[in-house]
């Protein structure tokens, strides 16, 4: 597979680095003159998305053919669902002690605050999530980009596939063409990057009306914002690294500077999904992921795994109560736990999606919906932190998928052998 090199790689992480820096300088100044920029951005975010489909397909056949037997696919997708479900609530369980400790919604103003509009058109229900990953028609499901089902379809199919041996060589080789192929347009996008991510950050700091509003905003819930920013520093600077050292056996420094194309693209996109491309570029090429682990773990994580959000959704929902004035107790707070993380699991990979899911977690303790007015203001900014630590989440479950899968295939070799 060709790879792309180091250097160039590193040197596109600079660039990277140095168009975000500039992006906010020209939002924070120059305001609403900077929404001009805003197709250049689009364009970044569409080549992204254009490459989603095909590199879920084919990676994801070409990494499930590649385990060789469907059982391992079991050990797989069990060990893939324990760090999901327990890395999600060690973040709701930080945000949680956080936000009783900081107490940032106490004696805020409630006045006049609305739901918004897209939060209560959204009907969301668990079993609305589990029909959605079996479409009716795939090529819908690809058409909106809609990475689940087809997460469903390509294990399905690539399962299958295994079945088939010799008859099905020449398919699978197709599949590990296409792949070879996104990956090298996944590079080539990426030097689009430092630009991409200077308009994507130009344009939302000047929609939101330049430097001056937007610290004024920002200024009105600064505790509570401080509270979700050191809750996800906790888990992401702290907790991931450790589990990844411990159980990955990885250099976690090393391993998050590789991933840095990837974990800057999250900030400056704010979607999960449009990173993806990225996060399996880097993930495979510069931290030698296997195929097999990367393939599975980062397109289901892309979309299930979101600890930064299930950290937000604790903390906004608890801040609201607070803002009301509403007692939540210890199995009230127990009750935030569950349906935080499950919120995360059922928000998508795109922008401010968090906030839609938050219905559930306001629901389920009889909170106002229309609590949710008073985080739309700064929402955008905040979605950029939780996503960086959505995208290193998966990384992280990467890497020790790869360490646990690589240990099992060999001990059944060695057992093979004996
Ligand atoms: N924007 C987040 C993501 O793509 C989801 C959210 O929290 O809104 O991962």
């Not at 106002?368 to 609590?371: A, M, T, V």
């Given at each position: 597979m060709s790879t792309l090199n180091r250097r160039a790689s590193n040197i596109i992480l600079a660039g990277i680095i140095i168009g975000m820096i500039a992006g906010g300088l020209c939002g924070w100044f120059f305001g609403e003159r900077m929404?001009?920029?805003k197709w250049v951005g689009d364009l970044f975010l569409n080549a992204l998305k254009m490459v989603i489909v095909p590199l879920i397909v084919a990676s994801m056949i070409v990494g499930i053919s590649s385990l060789g037997d469907l059982r391992k696919l079991g050990r797989t997708g069990a060990w893939t669902l324990v760090y999901f479900l327990s890395t999600s609530g060690i973040s709701v369980i930080i945000g949680i002690i956080l936000v009783n400790i900081?107490?940032?919604?106490?004696?805020?103003s409630i006045a006049g605050m609305e739901a918004p509009e897209t939060v209560l058109s959204k009907e969301l229900s668990l079993t609305s999530v589990i029909l959605g990953m079996?479409?009716?028609n795939i090529f819908d499901a690809a058409a909106r980009n809609d990475v689940l089902p087809l997460i469903v379809f390509s294990l399905f199919f690539g399962g299958i596939l295994t079945t088939l041996g010799e008859r099905g060589r020449p398919v699978l080789a197709f599949f590990e063409a296409v792949n070879d192929v996104v990956m090298k347009m996944v590079h080539l996008i990426m030097y689009f990057a430092p630009l991409g991510v200077f308009a994507l950050i130009a344009y939302r700091l000047g929609k939101a009306g330049g430097g001056g509003l937007f610290w004024m905003e920002l200024a009105k819930l600064l505790k509570y914002a401080l509270t979700v920013i050191t809750g996800l520093l906790i888990h992401g600077v702290f907790v991931l690294p450790i589990i990844l050292w411990v159980?990955?056996?990885?250099?976690p420094a090393r391993y998050a500077f590789n991933m840095g194309n990837a974990l800057t693209t999250a900030f400056s996109t704010a979607s999960s999904s449009a990173t993806l491309p990225l996060t399996m570029e880097c993930a495979e090429e510069k931290n030698s992921v296997s195929n097999r682990a990367a393939s599975f773990v980062l397109p289901l994580g892309a979309t299930v795994n979101m600890d930064g959000t299930a950290l937000y959704e604790a903390v906004a929902a608890i801040f609201i109560a607070q803002a009301y004035g509403v007692p939540l107790a210890f199995p009230q707070q127990g009750d935030i736990f569950i349906t935080a993380t499950l919120a995360a699991i059922g928000a998508?990979?795109?922008?401010?999606a968090g906030l839609v899911t938050m219905v559930i977690v306001l629901k389920s303790v009889g909170l106002?919906?229309?609590?949710i007015g008073l985080l739309l203001s700064i929402d955008w900014f905040l979605d950029r932190f939780r996503t960086t630590v959505n995208v290193w989440g998966d990384s992280v479950g990467a890497a020790i998928i790869d360490r646990l899968e690589s240990g099992y295939s060999s001990s059944t070799t060695a057992a093979d052998h004996t």
């Open positions: 929404v001009s920029v900081i107490r940032p919604g106490v004696g805020m079996i479409p009716e159980l990955g056996r990885r250099n998508a990979g795109i922008p401010e106002p919906l229309e609590g």
